[in-house]
């Protein structure tokens, strides 16, 4: 399994993947381009080939919390892929983005039928 680092895309050093990554289309912290997909995470962009993607899935994380004005609910949209090598990348789409997330996925399902889609049976 590759560690996070390995994926990190920086800008000016690929001019096919810089022409990709402005001209893809943006679900909140994810873009969706031609052959790759690309994902913010802190203050650094990460990118992998949609080729090397074998599952996909959507993870909601449901945050509770306390403040000043009582209790907030939230949902936390991510997008998880699966790798040909079982390496796992979770994709913040963001904290409340439930319509960003549902059409990334859906477009992901007509990018890519071949993958298979959904958390895997255990």
């Not at 699966?82 to 983005?97: R, S």
Request: charged share 35%; net charge neutral.
């Amino acid at each position: 399994m590759r560690e996070l680092k390995e994926f990190r895309y920086q800008k000016n050093t690929d001019h096919l993947l810089d022409q990709e990554f402005e001209h893809s289309s943006r679900y909140g912290k994810v873009r969706l381009g031609d052959k790759n997909i690309f994902w913010k995470k802190g203050f650094s962009w990460y990118c992998v080939k949609l080729e090397e993607v074998v599952r996909s899935f959507r993870r909601i994380e449901a945050v509770d919390t306390k403040m000043c004005c009582g209790n907030v609910n939230f949902d936390i949209q991510k997008l998880v892929l699966i790798l040909k090598d079982g390496t796992e990348l979770e994709a913040l789409v963001g904290d409340g983005m439930v319509k960003e997330a549902e059409i990334l996925y859906e477009r992901l399902k007509v990018c890519m039928p071949d993958i298979a889609f959904g958390k895997e049976a255990k």
